[in-house]
């Protein structure tokens, strides 16, 4: 992909999606070298094929690696055949596999959350398989719920220092408890980008603190505005795992004060740990592939072993 591709790329997307990518979030996803792709153009030259990914550093196995994230995947309604080994879905998808993917390659694994349908592709021919599953909890308004005395919650200043660190901190801290994990890196520079930096979705950071010692215990990302109704969307969250009740707590407790339910996409590990008696959990039919084309570490080295949210998707 050049840059000169671009504005074709944003046309397939608008012909293929029926919405626009603006020249902003175009710019979000793949400009200085935060993301890269694999196009297809038909023998008179016209572009019918995009697959996008995203570098996203993950820890894994406790030390620091880059991945990819599948995004952007379209081919032109008239070029798909789509169920075939060699249509261009299919073909687009094995080869960026094969050319970013592996351990001789620029990224480990890829990330990402394809539909059961794109995983099915992948897995009949020989592409990619399944290795998690990714849930939507929905939590009620509880009843008369509250914070203790001796908390208090902030939202985060993004040019201030101290909640620059408190969130730095708050990583270190969850990183270091979920180590045995897959675990995408979520540091204050991270959420800058994803949420803060965002070019056209607003998102509300919250830190939860200590009145008493000032230090902070957890912080979370909501998205207010969602296509669910009287819903806002729990996106992220920072904090020792012991505190992972108190953050969805205060989460909660926040979305109540605008008379809203909360919702989150999880994948395993964090279902089981916000998983509340009072929840509903849903399959939304979203899975978490890895690759089989190129040497990698295998499929059963990574099952169930992601830590992944709705803010580790591009488009939530």
Known sequence: MQATDAAEIRALFLHVFQHEMSESLWN??????????????DKQGKL????????????FNGKPVQTMQ??????????????????VFSTMTREFANHFYGYDRPNLFP?????DRHMKIGELHKIYVSVDTVHELSWPQAKEISLPWWQSIVQLNPSSPKDQAAINHLWKIQAKDLSDLILPIRDFQQWKYRFIDHPSKKYDIFILKNKITKNPIAAWVVCPNTDKENSSELLDTLSAKKEIPTVLHAARYTAQQQNKNLHSWLSSVPVALFKTNDCTVHDIGVRVPTQIV?????PEELKNRWWLTGGDTDFK
């Open 70 to 87: 599948g995004v952007d995947v379209m081919v032109d309604h008239q070029a798909r055949g789509i169920m075939t080994k060699n249509g």
């Open 111 to 115: 990330i990402g959350f394809p539909s």
């Open 48 to 59: 019918i094929g995009h697959y996008g990914g995203n570098i996203r550093n993950v820890i």
């Open 28 to 41: 979000w996803k793949y400009a200085e070298g935060r993301g890269c792709a694999l196009i297809v153009r």
């Open 294 to 298: 190129r040497p990698a570490p295998a």
